[in-house]
């Protein structure tokens, strides 16, 4: 074999990353890590019990029943978790960063929610958005720096 | 992207004072903000009916009722973050850690520098059993692709060996080689870029 400049990067992720995350943007973009008590995804109408390392996609609805928890690691490595009696939609995801292709958009329809930002939030931090029926939180910025609007 | 993912993360947590029935709506959100493991706050905009709020310090919270703009925000103490939403930030997975090494020329020989983290990378698989772990080769875009995609499968199933002979669980592993098609930091072709390598 011809001898050329070659160089390699590795890096090895403890805990769930997704592998190619630039290559394959319509499948997983996120994995179940944590969950208590009983907890469904609703994908296209099939309610699927949820399991420690269960898939999800965009578009799936999240749902714990009043003695359930689940946590979810997204292909971004942000973290995002509900308690007792909730539901929520992962309603966009996209993370192509040599595209520069970043976007997340969450529902909480009912219950509690806990985010834990990842690249998304260090990148594009605008590109991040929560909806709930009474209000939206968008994040702003990355360091402590206080502006109140009113 | 920078090899360096070290950030200042936001968390931010958000509890609908939900009815004990599932079909009315929320009648209004409690929303806090807190700080990450390594102690730092985000800053989130929570807006509502036209109205903003702008929460940016450590256990800061706001509250909102439906069809009104967010209250001012206010500092809640410690055990009222528990007591608020215990079992939310109690399911919160930890997010993943993630370990870059380099390699001699041409070689899946690591550098003496990366080997030198081996310590450092069993400790990490220890403390956060039980783990998943990605190990995925990256190139530059210099060179033959195919040769780029064995190189880097190489380098990645060599690391992969490495961890095995310290007794990880090799069923653990998933490795992929992205060869140079994805590499780290986003260059045109045959481009030598000192952080994909």
């Known amino acids: 074999m011809k001898r050329i400049p070659l160089t390699a990067l590795l890096f090895a992720t403890f805990a769930v990353l997704m592998p190619g995350f630039a290559a394959a943007s319509q499948d997983t973009i996120g994995i179940v890590r944590n969950l208590v008590g009983e907890a469904t995804v609703t994908r296209g109408g099939e309610v699927i019990p949820a399991a420690v390392g269960t898939k999800l996609l965009v578009g799936d609805t999240l749902m714990t029943a009043s003695n359930g928890s689940m946590g979810i690691i997204l292909r971004d490595n942000s973290t995002l978790s509900i308690g007792p009696g909730s539901s929520l939609v992962i309603r966009n995801f996209v993370f192509s960063p040599a595209e520069g292709q970043l976007d997340l958009l969450v529902r909480l329809s009912r219950g509690t929610m806990a985010y834990l930002s990842g690249l998304i939030g260090k990148l594009a931090p605008e590109s991040a958005r929560f909806e709930t029926p009474v209000a939206s939180i968008g994040i702003r910025g990355t360091r402590f720096a206080v502006k109140l609007d009113e | ?197």
Not at chain 2, 49 to 65: C, K, T, Y
Not at chain 2, 70 to 93: H, S, T, Y
């Open chain 2, 1 to 197: 992207m920078s090899k360096s993912v070290a950030s200042c993360f936001a968390i931010l947590l958000l509890a609908t004072a939900c009815a004990s029935t599932q079909k009315p709506p929320p009648r209004g959100a409690f929303i806090l903000l807190l700080p990450d493991d390594q102690g730092k706050t985000g800053s989130i905009a929570v807006s509502s009916s036209g109205g903003e709020q702008v929460l940016s310090a450590p256990r800061q919270a706001v509250r909102v009722s439906a069809g009104t703009p967010p209250g001012k925000p206010f500092d809640i103490p410690e055990e009222e973050v528990r007591a608020q939403a215990g079992p939310a930030l109690d399911a919160l997975p930890k997010p993943p850690v993630r370990f870059i090494l380099y390699f001699k020329h041409d070689s899946d020989e690591l550098t003496r520098e990366s080997l030198a983290r081996l310590p450092e990378m069993m400790r990490t698989i220890r403390e956060r059993a039980p783990v998943d772990l990605s190990v995925v080769g990256h190139t530059d875009t210099v060179g033959d692709k195919p040769y780029n995609y064995q190189l880097s499968l190489k380098r990645a199933r060599a690391v992969a060996a490495l961890l095995a002979t310290k007794g990880v669980d090799s069923s653990l592993f998933d490795i992929t080689s992205h060869g140079k098609d994805n590499p780290l930091v986003p260059t045109g072709d045959q481009v030598s870029e000192p952080r994909n390598r």
